[in-house]
């Protein structure tokens, strides 16, 4: 039960800061933090968490990390289903808080589902920041996600110095929502996607889909890339 609330309160920190950035801070004329401050966001969420609790249930926070990982061979299948209900229902809770606070304000606050980028949520096409394609948007969240895999398996390698696998980490989300917010707005974690679309509504719902599939799809590339190509077997031939 630990696991599962390490990987509930990890998500929802993950949502309720790097969401929340992009609500309260991301738009502020002159002193809004943009994408940039978006992206460090995201990535100092997953970093602190990683430190926080990653020690107790491996720090996955995202359903398409904890598929790459079974793929990967770090993760047992029997915890696969516990673990993306409690990032789910983390995530869901933080969009929750987030839409009870944004609505808080003295000026009425409204969910144009028409608009890009509405509550933070994932979109393609005209639901995407800069109007890119599905075509475009699963390509991107797909390989995105195979190389985040291929970075946390390779920063929590036997091999590899473990003390800065949380920094790698959060620092490879940070780059990752660099290059993609203006292509999705970033998923590459179908627990993310779902509690912003599910408060957005319209057509946000309806896209959901790929930011399930082409996450978790990446992220099992990525984690069989790295077991069967990149893994370096120890002294007595056995991989880790």
């Known amino acids: 039960m630990k696991k599962y609330l390490a990987e509930f309160f990890g998500t929802f920190w993950l949502v309720f800061g790097g969401c929340g950035s992009a609500l309260f801070a991301a738009g502020i004329p002159d002193l809004g933090i943009g994408y940039l401050g978006v992206a460090l966001a995201?990535?100092?969420?997953?970093?602190?968490?990683?430190?926080?609790?990653?020690?107790?249930?491996?720090?996955h926070f995202n359903p398409?990390?904890?598929?790459?990982?079974?793929?990967?061979?770090?993760f047992p299948g029997k915890d696969l289903l516990p673990y993306i209900i409690a990032q789910v229902a983390g995530a869901v809770i933080a969009g929750g808080i987030l839409y009870l606070i944004v609505t808080g304000n003295s000026t009425p606050f409204v969910i144009d589902n028409h608009k890009a980028g509405a509550f933070a949520a994932n979109g393609y096409g005209e639901l995407s920041p800069h109007g890119y394609t599905m075509g475009?948007?699963?390509?991107?969240?797909?390989?995105?996600?195979?190389?985040?895999?291929?970075?946390?398996?390779?920063a929590t390698d036997k091999f590899a110095n473990g003390k800065f696998a949380g920094i790698a980490i959060g620092l490879a989300l940070t780059l990752i929502h660099l290059i993609s917010i203006p292509i999705?707005?970033?998923?590459?974690?179908?627990?993310?996607?779902?509690?912003?679309?599910?408060?957005?509504?319209?057509?946000?719902l309806s896209q959901l889909w790929l930011f399930w599939v082409a996450p978790i799809a990446g992220?099992?590339?990525?984690?069989?890339?790295y077991r069967m190509l990149l893994q370096q077997p120890d002294t007595t031939g056995s991989t880790k």
């Open 42 to 59: 995201f990535g100092l969420t997953v970093l602190t968490m990683a430190y926080a609790v990653g020690h107790i249930s491996g720090g």
């Open 64 to 74: 398409a990390v904890s598929f790459g990982l079974l793929a990967g061979g770090r």
């Open 136 to 154: 475009a948007a699963f390509l991107a969240e797909f390989l995105l996600t195979a190389f985040f895999l291929i970075i946390i398996l390779g």
């Open 184 to 204: 999705t707005n970033t998923s590459v974690n179908p627990a993310r996607s779902t509690s912003q679309a599910i408060f957005a509504g319209g057509g946000y």
């Open 219 to 225: 992220g099992i590339v990525g984690g069989l890339i």
